[in-house]
């Protein structure tokens, strides 16, 4: 079966409203449906690995949410399929976030290492 | 953009055949610029970098304006690639 | 002209909100023109496109009234590469993602436009030559 790459860079994009990142839950069906999938986060999306982050449920009037996006569990779960999920390292250390604050079970890559998976997958999806 | 173009290179120096299709606003660098030669080292690298024609147009940016290395094209060469199994990736 | 082939694009885009809707439905209709069948997973902002309830207006700024300015309409657009793509003999399949219609509204499409899911766009990786993935920032 051919393996695709989902490279997922942007980030908190209306994470609130849809109360998921709807691209970590795209893989989630597509993984449902049958895909072989990997998931690599660069850019601010690497944030989505820091563990014990949880959207606030906002209110709007009498309005109250009561399912705010958990990424870092969405991405736990995802691992739980078996889709690998790897992290860009330079992104991490960019942004000040150290392998301590990471959910585990996602594997960090180098340039080298994100080169080694997209030689490596069928497919290559950016979002 | 210094991702992506950072990208084209590895996977160039790796030995694949890498081709950068500048559309929309990534063909603003594709201007001759003496402060910025970073797509003219990629075109040197072996990176085969082409531009949109349609946004070259848009933007005013005339052939003989272009990097050294920064030819005009077509989209077809888009289709032309993906129908061959290019990877094809959008940044 | 190439042999045919057939590939999927995924959009997420809506219309009217910047150059990518623009540049994906330049590449399906190039595609269609090259003699290739097409395949389009609309995704988030992208079941706008093909909304048929868009209208024209008129653009007072410029001076023109709404016939006059014959201001753009994207659902005009992938309604004249689905009519371009059957006489030429070519396939065009697009495809609403079904919950990112509901959450919108945007349950009126043009004609050729059906819903599903994503279990589609996996489907169409497997059967179609190469998937183009256009993301929104």
């Known amino acids: 079966m051919a393996t695709t790459l989902n490279i ?9 409203e849809e109360q998921d990142d709807t691209i970590v839950w795209i893989t989630h069906a597509m993984k449902g449906a049958g895909a ?28 109250q949410q009561t399912h705010a996006a958990q990424i870092d569990q969405d991405l736990i779960a995802l691992m739980g399929k078996g889709v690998p999920v790897y992290v860009m390292e330079e992104d991490l250390a960019k942004r000040g976030i150290s392998l301590s604050e990471l959910i585990s079970g996602v594997k960090t890559v180098n340039r080298e290492g994100l080169l080694d998976l997209i030689e490596n997958h069928d497919r290559i999806w950016h979002w | 953009m210094a991702y992506f173009y ?10 694949n055949t890498v081709t950068l299709f500048l559309i ?16 003219a080292k990629l075109a040197t690298a072996g990176v085969n970098i ?10 005013g940016i005339e052939d003989n304006a272009l990097v050294d290395g920064v030819a005009s094209a077509e989209l077809d060469v888009v289709i032309d690639q993906m129908a061959d199994g290019v990877k094809t990736l959008w940044h | 002209m190439s042999e045919k082939k ?9 219309p009217f909100e910047n150059a990518r809707t623009t540049t994906a439905l330049r590449l399906i209709d190039t595609a269609v023109r090259r003699g290739h069948n097409v395949n389009i997973f609309a995704y988030e902002g992208a079941v706008g496109v093909p909304f048929s309830k868009q209208s024209a207006h008129a653009n007072k700024v410029h001076g023109f009234e709404a016939d006059e300015w014959n201001h753009p309409l994207p659902k005009d657009w ?4 689905m009519k371009h793509a ?3 003999g070519s396939k065009v399949d697009w495809i609403n993602c079904g919950l990112c219609v509901d959450e919108r509204g945007m349950n009126e499409a043009v004609p050729g436009v059906r819903r599903g899911t994503p279990g589609d766009l996996v489907n169409w990786a497997n059967t179609s030559d190469n998937t183009l993935i256009i993301p929104t920032k």
């Open chain 1, 8 to 16: 997922i860079e942007s980030a908190y994009r209306a994470t609130i």
């Open chain 1, 36 to 63: 072989e999938l990997s998931v690599l986060l660069r850019g601010n999306a690497v944030n989505y690995c820091v563990t014990g982050q949880k959207a606030p449920e906002i209110s709007f009037g009498a309005w």
């Open chain 2, 6 to 15: 950072d990208l084209a290179s590895g996977l160039k120096e790796r030995g």
């Open chain 2, 24 to 39: 929309q606003n990534g063909v603003l660098p594709a201007r001759k610029n003496p402060s910025d030669s970073t797509l």
């Open chain 2, 50 to 59: 082409l531009a949109d024609h349609l946004s070259l147009q848009e933007r």
């Open chain 3, 6 to 14: 057939t590939l999927t694009f995924c959009l997420m885009d809506p």
């Open chain 3, 78 to 81: 992938v309604s004249e590469i």
């Open chain 3, 86 to 88: 059957e006489k030429a």
